[in-house]
């Protein structure tokens, strides 16, 4: 069988294994180190933002969100108008219309096409700068 007789065995056994609640004391200590570690690490790498370029920041996530959402908003209503039978046919045939009738009002002549693109050059340059 075994040359170790069982008295070694519990000895040994007794010496390496901590009893009560030593082990979650030792755990619970370098866990509150390693925590304060990571904690000072943070503030250290937050008190090098710029935080007064923050308002740019968040105000693009905002209107980021907002068009996100409203994406998500618009594609659920016209899915929900495109399960419908007549109403896209409608709608391609009312495009159709809106495009025609502003083209005969926006395109017909070469002044009327020339003021269309400076509105739009202006728009650029307003916007775009």
Same mark, same amino acid.
């Given at each position: 069988?075994?040359? %170790? *007789?069982?008295?070694?065995?519990?000895?040994?056994?007794?010496?390496?294994? $901590?009893?009560?609640?030593? !082990? *979650?004391?030792?755990? &619970?200590?370098?866990?509150?180190?390693?925590?304060?570690?990571?904690?000072? =690490?943070?503030?250290?790498?937050?008190?090098?933002?710029?935080?007064?370029?923050?308002? =740019?920041?968040? =105000? /693009?996530?905002?209107?980021? /969100?907002?068009?996100? %959402? /409203?994406?998500?908003?618009?594609?659920?209503?016209?899915?929900?108008?495109?399960?419908? $039978?007549? !109403? $896209?046919?409608?709608?391609?045939?009312?495009?159709?219309? !809106?495009?025609?009738?502003?083209?005969?009002?926006?395109?017909?002549?070469?002044?009327?096409?020339?003021?269309?693109?400076?509105?739009?050059?202006?728009?650029? =340059? &307003?916007?775009?700068?």
């Amino acid at each position: 069988m075994s040359d %170790v *007789s069982p008295e070694t065995n519990e000895v040994s056994s007794a010496s390496t294994t $901590p009893v009560g609640n030593s !082990v *979650s004391q030792e755990q &619970e200590s370098n866990f509150s180190e390693r925590y304060s570690e990571v904690m000072a =690490k943070v503030n250290e790498t937050l008190n090098q933002v710029d935080w007064s370029q923050m308002g =740019k920041y968040g =105000k /693009a996530l905002g209107i980021i /969100a907002v068009v996100i %959402v /409203a994406q998500v908003v618009i594609k659920g209503v016209i899915d929900t108008i495109n399960l419908l $039978p007549v !109403v $896209p046919g409608l709608l391609e045939l009312l495009g159709v219309v !809106v495009l025609g009738q502003w083209s005969w009002q926006n395109l017909t002549t070469s002044e009327k096409r020339n003021a269309v693109f400076e509105r739009v050059q202006n728009l650029r =340059k &307003e916007y775009l700068g």
